[in-house]
């Protein structure tokens, strides 16, 4: 008798059941060895080692980053990635859970390569470096990592069980003034002033905030602002972070900072220079088809995730510029109360507890049926390709086009 795709969701429940402590392992590892953006090296060794062990096609320094890897089960269409991510916060540690996410990666790929080894298309378990900062999943978008895949899957642990994340497009732009120097009692009038120029634009840019849309803001600090008080600053700099609830709605508000920058320079005398000092960040496009059966797969433990509360967005994260080139889910999973935050000893804490052992592997078992069902049923990935298409224009921004592979 055929084997349905129940028997396969319940075979993977099983691989994951008994792989648990493990997964766990791995967990706690990564949690007692923090590292940073692309610093990640023993992380990648023992993500890489796992999936080496179990007979995935490993290869190591994709895109050109050392600590980034990919992990291949299977070969060719239909294709989905796992996206790992392993860096931790300076100060921190595991303050974001990525330990969790990793682990529960890893055992969605090894459980979908126990049962269907390779025989329904390719499982692809991406090592994604530095998501706090510096991004490494928008690197390995560009190096074209991501090409050829139906589907991006992955979790986060969090103070919600949201279906989704309400996550914003971001990107950190360089703000410079050139004056001229003087002394201030011996020959002011000769001095341009930059330092004063910058302060002039923050106090432009608190107007501006005013008026923002929802989502949207910027936040700004003195990077350079003088060297001595008997010289009239010739030079002076800022770093500002711009947020906006699209990648299309953050273009505008940078259009704005060099409108305001070049205002500023104009009264002032100086001259300016802004530029883009971060990888940008594009907002995350959920594909409801995926996080819907995701959010059914988990409920099975118990966990029912339920849509973000409007309004409320929860940062930024470079799985957005993955999902704007394939289906992709980024679902909220709690491991502990709503009156927490992430990003806080208390959460770094929680993502070594009990708590988190049992988000961890019930998040593995949804994103490992969930591969499943798009490596499985033609149907699921073509509604989710054309859902993707459809948000795109509805953005009105242009998306890859799509082949059906069945």
């Not at 692809?124 to 928008?138: D, H, N």
């Not at 050139?178 to 009038?189: C, D, K, L, Q, V």
């Not at 920058?261 to 220079?273: I, K, L, M, S, W």
């Not at 883009?276 to 995701?294: G, N, W």
Request: glycine share 10%; net charge negative.
């Amino acid at each position: 008798m055929a084997r349905t795709l129940e028997d396969v969701h319940r075979d993977i429940r099983t691989e994951v059941t008994d792989r648990a402590a493990i997964l766990w392992d791995v967990a706690l590892r990564l949690h007692a060895d923090p590292e940073y953006a692309f610093a990640e090296h023993h992380a990648a060794q023992l993500l890489t080692d796992e999936l080496e062990r179990a007979g995935f096609a490993v290869e190591r320094g994709v895109a050109g980053l050392p600590t980034a890897f990919t992990a291949r089960s299977g070969r060719g269409r239909p294709a989905v990635a796992l996206p790992l991510e392993y860096d931790a916060l300076p100060g921190l540690g595991h303050a974001c859970g990525h330990n969790l996410i990793a682990a529960a990666g890893l055992g969605a790929a090894l459980a979908v390569h126990a049962v269907l080894d390779g025989s329904a298309g390719s499982v692809l378990a991406v090592g994604t470096p530095a998501e706090e900062g510096g991004g490494g999943k928008a690197l390995e978008v560009d190096a074209g990592v991501f090409d050829g895949v139906d589907a991006a899957l992955m979790f986060h642990p969090g103070v919600y069980d949201w279906k989704r994340a309400p996550l914003t497009a971001q990107a950190q732009y360089r703000v410079a003034f050139h004056g001229r120097a003087a002394h201030p009692t011996g020959n002011p009038t000769e001095g341009i002033d930059a330092l004063a120029a910058l302060i002039e634009l923050f106090n432009v840019l608190g107007v501006l905030g005013r008026r923002l849309p929802e989502a949207s803001h910027v936040q700004g600090i003195i990077t350079h602002g003088g060297t001595a008080t008997n010289i009239v600053p010739e030079y002076a700099e800022g770093l500002f972070g711009l947020r906006a609830a699209t990648t299309p709605a953050l273009e505008e508000l940078a259009g704005q900072l060099l409108t305001c920058a070049e205002g500023v320079a104009r009264a002032t005398g100086t001259r300016t220079e802004v530029e883009r000092a971060t990888v940008r960040y594009d907002h995350f496009r959920d594909s409801s088809v995926l996080s819907e059966r995701f959010a059914g797969h988990l409920s099975r433990s118990g966990i029912t995730l339920t849509p973000p509360v409007p309004g409320v967005y929860l940062g930024s994260s470079d799985i957005g510029n993955v999902s704007v080139r394939v289906p992709a889910i980024h679902p909220f999973v709690a491991i502990m109360g709503e009156d927490g935050s992430d990003h806080t000893p208390e959460f770094a804490e929680a993502a070594a507890s009990e708590r988190a052992r049992e988000v961890l592997l019930a998040a593995a078992e949804a994103l490992a049926c969930t591969t499943a069902d798009v490596l499985l049923r033609p149907d699921v990935r073509d509604k989710a390709w054309a859902h993707h298409h459809a948000t795109a224009e509805a953005e009105s921004w242009p998306t890859p086009k799509h082949e059906s592979h069945h």
